[in-house]
């Protein structure tokens, strides 16, 4: 074994094991919908918090790399064009807060601003989507393999309006324009959830504005290692950014009409 591949199975190992830590928390906590806090049209509970703990603790024990985090926002040291972790430790809160069970945890590691491994858990289907460009997705083990589809009238595209859209008479008209290109929309409330189902295949592109990071890493790895493709924009100051994923012909014909 090499010193790159003991590296490398040492992040990884650290990886797993910060996110059996979150979904161990959130096995306990789920049944807790209290809402801590809303701040437009964002909330917040003790789960997302508690599951954010339970990953901190694992990481910042066996890793010295920066964190950015939904709750936590980011440590002094992190940029999204170096080297870090990406983690959202509850995708779906509101979701939960109104007793539909479709949320996740996600975690990506960057390398030079690239996520280059993503593992995105279903709480509630149990199942644990992994992968990465150098690493072959799975779901639970078992290999997967996005979508090839090239006709956008035949497609199914996931998406989503994320707590910053801008709901303007024209961002909604515009909006309305692309996705009537398409056979079936699907919107369900979790960018992680969305992106691990087109790596697998069940949809076949994922297309969202002004996402942030901590939505979208450990997905736009996942769509990598199924031989998807991902088209993202630079991120912003805020950590936002627009990103296009799923199979290849569609996201290459998105990107240009973008």
Request: proline share 4%; hydrophobic share 45%.
């Amino acid at each position: 074994m090499t010193d790159n591949a003991a590296t490398d199975n040492a992040i990884y190992d650290t990886a797993i094991a910060a996110v059996d830590a979150a979904v161990a928390v959130l096995a306990q906590s789920l049944g807790d919908t209290t809402t801590l806090s809303e701040h437009g049209r964002d909330i917040k509970t003790q789960a997302d918090l508690d599951a954010e703990s339970a990953m901190f603790e694992i990481l910042r024990s066996t890793s010295s790399l920066p964190i950015l985090s939904e709750e936590a926002g980011a440590d002094c040291g992190f940029d999204a064009t170096a080297t870090g972790w990406v983690v959202d430790p509850l995708d779906g809160t509101a979701n939960i807060a109104r007793g539909l069970p479709l949320a996740c945890t996600c975690l990506a590691l960057l390398r030079d601003g690239v996520p280059v491994l993503g593992i995105v858990h279903d709480v509630f289907g149990n199942e644990r989507w992994m992968g990465g460009p150098d690493v072959p997705t799975t779901c639970n083990g078992t290999p997967v393999q996005c979508s090839s589809i090239d006709d956008m009238s035949q497609a199914i595209l996931t998406t989503g309006f994320p707590r910053l859209f801008d709901f303007t008479h024209e961002s909604i008209e515009a909006c309305m324009r692309r996705l009537s290109a398409f056979k079936k929309v699907r919107m369900i409330g979790s960018a992680g959830m969305s992106l691990a189902w087109t790596a697998g295949g069940h949809m076949d592109v994922y297309m969202e504005e002004g996402i942030f990071l901590w939505d979208v890493a450990a997905g736009m790895a996942l769509i990598e290692g199924s031989g998807g493709r991902v088209h993202v924009t630079p991120v912003t100051d805020n950590w936002q950014c627009d990103v296009i994923a799923g199979a290849v012909p569609l996201v290459g014909q998105l990107a240009t009409s973008s």
